[in-house]
């Protein structure tokens, strides 16, 4: 019995956080300290085995640096993979876009050279249209023929 007598709503909080009677673990369990007392001695066990729980501490600290260093190694090793991926991939795409813009150059290469063609096809067609209004006979496609050295068109002789 401790003394206090609390309402029966609170009893659990007292039981768990004020009874001086509840046993608990010493505040250094974390580090290996696995002393349970009543909570009214503890204050005493805390400053009687400080020289216990120092080294507990310390040994408790070099576990959690040893595992944040495993950690890094594992977190740099993969940083590394990741680096070296990502610069496998911008080679692969600057590899496509080199690609892709040779491509292209050939392509309006192409074209520029068809609208040329396109142009002077025109042109003649024009000349032969303008011949079309000054002679009597009317050409037609069937008296046309296409002069196979520099793609010009004339009509076929009379």
């Not at 020289?51 to 070099?62: C, D, G, K, Q, S």
């Not at 911008?90 to 309006?108: G, T």
Request: hydrophobic letters at 35%.
């Amino acid at each position: 019995d401790c003394g206090v007598y609390p309402e029966r709503q609170n009893l659990e909080h007292h039981v768990a956080k004020d009874c001086s009677l509840t046993i608990v673990s010493c505040d250094f369990y974390y580090a290996g300290c696995e002393v349970q007392l009543p909570r009214k001695d503890m204050p005493a066990h805390l400053v009687e085995g400080l020289v216990v729980h120092l080294p507990l501490i310390a040994a408790f600290n070099e576990r959690k640096l040893a595992e944040r260093d495993q950690l890094i190694a594992k977190f740099q090793k993969e940083l590394e993979q990741s680096r070296r991926k990502v610069e496998k991939m911008e080679k692969e795409k600057r590899q496509e876009i080199a690609s892709l813009k040779a491509q292209y150059e050939e392509h309006y290469s192409s074209i520029a050279e068809l609208i040329a063609k396109q142009e002077k096809d025109r042109s003649s067609l024009e000349t032969l249209e303008s011949y079309a209004g000054i002679f009597p006979v009317q050409l037609t496609m069937t008296d046309v023929h296409k002069h196979t050295n520099d793609d010009t068109w004339f009509s076929k002789p009379f």
